[in-house]
Every structure is written in structure tokens, then in C-alpha cells.
């Protein structure tokens, strides 16, 4: 059986030029110019969608939507607005298909969730918005600037000792697990696992990966094999200073861990969600007594 250990103390776009990129092309000032989301980077004047630096293909319409969106960044774009800026009435055909296909196609290519939204929240019955990408976050491709901290959590793959594919697919079903289990808390947020999976091999500290997204914490933990066993290790982050504000160690048979890690990641969760949301454990026993 699992029981968790003494919790520490809180110790791009590939299409023809268009006439904006060829305007840019004359004003290379222009082409500087960009907005800084996540990990990604977008030139409205060019086109170009980087994430970490490199290019990403969108369809020409995704491209044009996620122009419209971030133009108007916060706010809610009605869905008859969108079809008049991107499906004039001399080309329209099945506007609501158009529509449906071009959001789903840019949440594809951001790693975004139409559930657990990090970038394009729908307005039920109304339209789409960007969620709010504040002026700090706009500036020279040259320079870098912090974005703004969202009211989020990230929750981070797992370091494994050693890196075998069964301790990575053990740690996905595990981090699944929590991100799912987080989602339900009220007023908390928590990033996609298409969010964060890049990151699992990434030779970062959880600190800078949660500057990188925006999170105001961090989730990370590892997956220690030592023969039969397996020690396995999570804390909360806070990403403005470091601190560690919660923390936790577990010890268990391979074999009981790989038949429901399902178990491992409620236990993990128990001990999160009493700094996550403490108003709602504090209902929660309030229930029970």
C-alpha cells in the first residue's frame, strides 16, 4: 500500500509573401516587431509563428484567425465577426465547418485544450477570445521580456532514473492523472499535457520552465528505480522565488506502482490540492465531520 513519506516543510508559416511581408521586406523595422506568448513568437507583419525559434506550418485561414485574435487580445470576437473578416459572403460556403476546423487546426499547432484553455477560450454560443496578452509581453525579437504570471499551475514530466521507456510512460500516466485531477479544483487552472510535454527532456530548472509559461507554480518531481523499488519524489514551486511550498516522498514495489500509479498520483494530489485550493479542503472536511 501507498503512503506517502513526511511532507517537507514549505523550506511558422510557409505560404507565399503576402503583401504585409513584402512591406516588411521594405521596412526591415517592421519585421522586429513581434508578440510573445508561451513559447511561442508571432509577426503579424510577416506571418511567422516560432516556437522555441523554430517555424511552425499553419493554414493560411488559422493563420489569419490567430491574427484576428491577438488583435484583439482579450477581448471576445463574435463568431459573425469572424466569418465577415475571413469568410466574405463572396466566398462562403460552410462557414460553421470553416470556423470549427481553423480553431481546431491553431490549438493543434499551440498545444492548446478547448477544455483547459491556456490560449483561445470559447464563448459559448458567442465566438473566441485570446486570452489576454498583456503589453510586457510585446516588444523587439532582439530583446527578451517577461511575460505576465498567469493564475496557473504547470505540471512537470518527470525526471526517471534511468530513462527507460517504461519509467517515461509510467511518469505520463501519473502526470495525466494529476493534471486531471487539478482541472476539477475550483479556481484553479492548469496547463494541457500538450502544454508541458516538450519539456521532458529538457535541461532546464522547473523555475525557468515556469517563467518560460507563464505559471505562477511549478509541479516536478522524479522516478528513481533502485532494483525492485521505486522512490519517487514531487514538490511545489513557487516560480516568482523558488521556495519550495510543498513536497513529498514516496517508496514502493515496481511491480504495485506500474499496476496503478493511478493510486500513487491521488495520494500526490491529496497533499496538493491542500495549498492549491485550501478553502475547498477545508469544505471538504467540513462535510465529512
Given at each position: 500500500?501507498?503512503a506517502?513519506g513526511?511532507?517537507?516543510?514549505?523550506?511558422?508559416?510557409?505560404w507565399?509573401?503576402?503583401?504585409?511581408?513584402?512591406?516588411?521586406?521594405?521596412?526591415?523595422?517592421?519585421?522586429l516587431?513581434?508578440?510573445?506568448?508561451?513559447?511561442?513568437?508571432?509577426?503579424?507583419?510577416?506571418?511567422?509563428?516560432?516556437?522555441?525559434?523554430?517555424k511552425?506550418k499553419?493554414?493560411?485561414?488559422?493563420f489569419?484567425?490567430?491574427?484576428l485574435?491577438?488583435?484583439r487580445?482579450?477581448?471576445?470576437?463574435?463568431r459573425?465577426?469572424?466569418?465577415?473578416?475571413?469568410?466574405?459572403?463572396?466566398?462562403?460556403?460552410?462557414?460553421?465547418?470553416?470556423?470549427?476546423?481553423?480553431?481546431?487546426?491553431l490549438?493543434?499547432?499551440?498545444g492548446?485544450?478547448a477544455?483547459?484553455?491556456?490560449?483561445?477560450?470559447?464563448?459559448?454560443?458567442?465566438?473566441?477570445?485570446?486570452?489576454?496578452?498583456?503589453?510586457?509581453?510585446?516588444?523587439?525579437?532582439?530583446?527578451?521580456?517577461?511575460g505576465?504570471?498567469?493564475d496557473?499551475?504547470?505540471?512537470?514530466?518527470?525526471?526517471?532514473e534511468?530513462?527507460?521507456p517504461?519509467?517515461?510512460f509510467?511518469?505520463?500516466?501519473?502526470?495525466?492523472?494529476?493534471?486531471?485531477?487539478?482541472?476539477?479544483?475550483?479556481?484553479?487552472?492548469?496547463?494541457a499535457?500538450?502544454?508541458?510535454?516538450?519539456?521532458r527532456?529538457?535541461?532546464l530548472?522547473p523555475?525557468?520552465?515556469?517563467?518560460?509559461?507563464?505559471?505562477?507554480?511549478?509541479?516536478a518531481g522524479e522516478?528513481?528505480?533502485?532494483?525492485d523499488?521505486?522512490?519517487?519524489?514531487?514538490?511545489?514551486?513557487?516560480?516568482?522565488?523558488?521556495?519550495?511550498?510543498?513536497g513529498?516522498?514516496f517508496?514502493?514495489?515496481?511491480?504495485?506502482?506500474?499496476?496503478?500509479?493511478?493510486?500513487?498520483?491521488?495520494?500526490?494530489?491529496?497533499?496538493?490540492?491542500?495549498?492549491?485550493a485550501?478553502?475547498?479542503?477545508?469544505?471538504r472536511?467540513?462535510?465529512?465531520?
Amino acid at each position: 500500500m501507498w503512503a506517502p513519506g513526511p511532507f517537507l516543510a514549505p523550506t511558422s508559416l510557409v505560404w507565399q509573401a503576402s503583401r504585409s511581408e513584402v512591406r516588411a521586406m521594405k521596412n526591415p523595422a517592421l519585421a522586429l516587431r513581434v508578440i510573445r506568448f508561451g513559447v511561442f513568437e508571432f509577426n503579424p507583419q510577416t506571418g511567422d509563428l516560432r516556437k522555441h525559434g523554430l517555424k511552425i506550418k499553419l493554414q493560411p485561414q488559422a493563420f489569419k484567425l490567430l491574427s484576428l485574435l491577438l488583435e484583439r487580445s482579450g477581448q471576445i470576437l463574435t463568431r459573425a465577426e469572424l466569418q465577415q473578416r475571413l469568410w466574405p459572403a463572396s466566398s462562403f460556403r460552410d462557414f460553421e465547418r470553416c470556423l470549427n476546423k481553423s480553431v481546431h487546426v491553431l490549438r493543434e499547432a499551440l498545444g492548446d485544450s478547448a477544455t483547459n484553455p491556456r490560449f483561445i477560450e470559447t464563448a459559448i454560443g458567442v465566438g473566441y477570445s485570446f486570452i489576454s496578452v498583456s503589453d510586457e509581453a510585446r516588444g523587439s525579437a532582439l530583446g527578451r521580456r517577461k511575460g505576465p504570471k498567469r493564475d496557473c499551475v504547470a505540471v512537470l514530466p518527470l525526471n526517471c532514473e534511468p530513462a527507460t521507456p517504461e519509467l517515461e510512460f509510467l511518469s505520463k500516466r501519473i502526470i495525466d492523472r494529476l493534471i486531471d485531477n487539478i482541472s476539477r479544483l475550483p479556481g484553479t487552472r492548469v496547463l494541457a499535457y500538450r502544454t508541458v510535454q516538450h519539456y521532458r527532456d529538457a535541461d532546464l530548472d522547473p523555475r525557468t520552465i515556469g517563467e518560460q509559461l507563464f505559471a505562477r507554480a511549478v509541479v516536478a518531481g522524479e522516478i528513481v528505480q533502485c532494483s525492485d523499488e521505486l522512490l519517487l519524489h514531487f514538490e511545489l514551486i513557487d516560480v516568482d522565488d523558488g521556495a519550495q511550498l510543498w513536497g513529498a516522498q514516496f517508496r514502493g514495489l515496481s511491480s504495485d506502482v506500474f499496476a496503478s500509479p493511478e493510486k500513487l498520483a491521488d495520494s500526490v494530489f491529496g497533499g496538493l490540492q491542500t495549498i492549491l485550493a485550501p478553502s475547498a479542503c477545508r469544505r471538504r472536511d467540513v462535510r465529512a465531520a
